[in-house]
């Protein structure tokens, strides 16, 4: 089934009663641009002579395609340990209804468009908020296990390699995931709670400023689960969307070093992940195009790729580097090959 443009689906109906009830009746109402998934969000803007908090989100998750009760839970979890998620104005989890608290306009990535002198400090910041949630007790969501890891890169194989026509080892690829990701599952298993909570889209789309560059808000967390520390890291400061580059890649994986005492080995589990999302994010990208029309998406797998060379540089991934060689012809492994047939 093809997901739907936010735009071709009007405002639900059923929402005006949901304003209503919450308060929000009388707002104006704003779509945003949509994401890769069913949820679409609205601006609620009450006129200026109302004497209330002038703007909210509604978040539409329509059943059956979306469940809000993830959101939910994960920014519960959130608040209540002293993140700043956004407050719940209201729910209607069986209507897949949610207003929220409205963080404003001013994402990390916008921000640093225009004010690229304050990078390292905005970055600083969002690698702050990952050590506390290394701190944390781990928060009330499934554990990110071996299955989950494997079935995540195995979204390359079955979308990139079969999008380009390879015939490839796919025996021999969940082999090598399977021993370059042990020791991952080794030390995540060691943590207390079996693992830190891993927000899994944690980049510079997904992170608001609030009221100063290192105050900061966080979006996109459903999908929540209790894992590596390193993986966040990972989305953070390999960044599918945005340019980060190696130098201040290294300083914030330092920075993160020192705020939590993560040794050498943390380098290499960051390495493995790495490579493991960005080998899952190539393989979506694709379906992203060949499934649901959002041919844009292609454009980003350069960089994606560029990426996942350097994590297979890695000594720890060895055996996923070997197999890449095997497997995935060099002429696909460049800028203009990586996207190519995958547009068919």
Known sequence: MNTPASASRPFPPHARAFLDAAGWGDGEIHALPGDASFRRYFRVVRSPGSGKGQSAMLMDAPPPHEDPGPFLKAA???ADHGFRAPAILAEDAGQ?????????HRRMRDHLDQAAQDEHDVYAAAVDVLARLADAPAGPFDPYDLNTYLREAKLFTEWFCVAHGLAVDDDGFEGAWREVLTPVLDAQ???PGGGVTVLRDYHAENVMLLDAVREQGLLDFQDALVGHPAYDLVSLLQDARRDVAPELEAAMLDHYRA??????DFLSDYAILGAQRNAKIVGIFVRLSRRDGKHHYLGLIPRVWDLLERDLAHPALAPVARWMDANIPGELRTA???TGEAQG
Do not use: C, I, N
Request: hydrophobic share 40%; glycine share 20%; proline share 0%.
């Open 259 to 264: 705020r939590t005492g993560a040794g050498e």
């Open 96 to 104: 897949g209804l949610v207003l929220l608290e409205d963080f404003g």
């Open 336 to 338: 203009s090959g990586a």
């Open 76 to 78: 519960h979890y959130l």
């Open 189 to 191: 298993a060691k943590l």
